[in-house]
Nanobody, 125 residues
Framework: QVQVVESGGGLVQAGGSLRLSCAHS????????MGWFRQAPGKEREFVAA????????YLADSVKGRFTMSRDNGKNTVYLQMNSLKPEDTAVYYC??????????????????WGQGTQVTVSS
């Protein structure tokens, strides 16, 4: 059984920073790619970032490029989302997910097999 658990959310002022963590367990192939999604109130869940198992390659949504970075520590089975220069529009529940994808960058929810419960990020203006 694969478990995905996010942590690190909270309340921060605009311009501030937060780092989200995501601990995952289970067979390694199911986490070939780890991704972050977010869902703001009244909106659909959207892709934020993804990282391959090697950790050498990441893919970021245009809305967060230059502000967010993603990394992973395979020894700890943990991925991170460093969020800088936060804006009120970044307010959302952030979800971590695991994908067995070995080809193109998975940016759709259906490409991910396992999901965490989400962690709230609130950015005040």
């Amino acid at each position: 059984q694969v478990q995905v658990v996010e942590s690190g959310g909270g309340l921060v002022q605009a311009g501030g920073s937060l780092r989200l963590s995501c601990a995952h367990s289970g067979r390694t192939f199911v986490s070939n790619v780890m991704g972050w999604f977010r869902q703001a109130p009244g909106k659909e869940r959207e892709f934020v970032a993804a990282i391959r198992r090697s950790g050498s390659s990441t893919y970021l949504a245009d809305s967060v490029k230059g502000r967010f970075t993603m990394s992973r520590d395979n020894g700890k089975n943990t991925v991170y989302l460093q969020m800088n220069s936060l804006k009120p529009e970044d307010t959302a529940v952030y979800y971590c997910a695991a994908s067995p994808s070995t080809s193109s960058w998975p940016t759709l929810e259906k490409s991910y097999s396992y999901w965490g419960q989400g962690t709230q990020v609130t950015v005040s203006s």
